[in-house]
């Protein structure tokens, strides 16, 4: 590899390699020490090819979440079986895996900017910005970075575009499906929010089982269903539809509300 060699978006690659390490040195307790993560179905992550992945997930905090998938997805292709055991794993990471994130929240500062270089494709919220509601199209240059980005390599994304759970989904995500027919993994998370902060830096409470549960890849039928089943297809898979909110008992559901009663602003 050169020693300036970049990804699509002008990345210095050992920049990027170096960076990852370090921030996954300095997180791995997060998840294997200070508390517990239990993973389920990484078997499926060695099957996926190179390039054109989309994993769909529900959101719990800004950065764990993202910092967390980077952490499975290494360690279960360089042959680990649901664990994280040995960090050693991040030695050769995988390079051209990106996140979709919020470009205001990606600029807001040093350390954002520093997480931004390992893989963020920032994109403008259509719906909210600076805390305050808005109503703007959608920049045709960020689902452009996202298709860049899909034909290079795999792709998460949050599609509720916020850590508030049972928020809907936004249909740019269908629309980016349609447009260029990914493999879409569902992947479904606990814990975080209960674990750290917000914006998933701060450890807020230690022995947490943490969970992540990737699911087989979504059956689409990319050229003649709709945009809402799609959408619906999502709700289900990330365990995000109205109906999942009669199965969780109701001492769960009181604690989402304080949590998000605590939260003044989204993701």
Wanted: charged residues 25%; without cysteine.
């Amino acid at each position: 590899m050169g020693l300036f060699k970049k990804n699509p978006f002008g990345h210095i690659l050992w920049i990027k390699r170096f960076l990852i390490r370090f921030l996954g040195v300095l997180s791995h307790r997060r998840f294997r020490g200070f508390n517990e993560l239990q993973i389920e179905g990484s078997e499926i992550l060695r099957n996926l090819p190179e390039q054109g992945v989309l994993f769909i997930s529900n959101h719990q905090t800004y950065f764990a979440d993202v910092v967390s998938m980077f952490h499975v997805f290494n360690a279960a292709l360089s042959g680990r079986q649901d664990s994280i055991k040995n960090v050693g794993y991040l030695w050769n990471p995988k390079l051209n895996i990106y996140y979709v994130a919020a470009k205001e929240t990606m600029t807001s500062g040093f350390l954002p900017k520093v997480f931004a270089y390992v893989g963020a494709i920032t994109v403008e919220r259509t719906w909210r910005a600076k805390g305050e509601e808005v109503n703007r199209s959608v920049n045709p240059d960020d689902t452009k970075n996202i298709g860049v980005a899909l034909n290079d390599g795999w792709v998460i994304t949050f599609p509720q575009g916020t850590t508030k759970p049972f928020k809907p989904i936004r249909k740019g995500t269908a629309h980016i499906i349609k447009q260029y027919k990914p493999i879409v993994v569902p992947i479904v998370i606990d814990g975080f929010r209960r674990s750290f902060d917000k914006k998933g830096l701060r450890i807020k409470k230690r022995n947490i089982l943490q969970s992540m549960v990737i699911k087989e890849p979504l059956d689409i039928d990319y050229e003649n269903e709709s945009v809402e089943s799609i959408v619906e297809k999502i709700e289900y898979a990330i365990e995000q539809h109205s109906s999942f909110l009669k199965v969780i008992p109701q001492e769960a559901l009181e604690e989402m509300e304080e949590l998000n009663q605590k939260r003044k602003w989204d993701y």
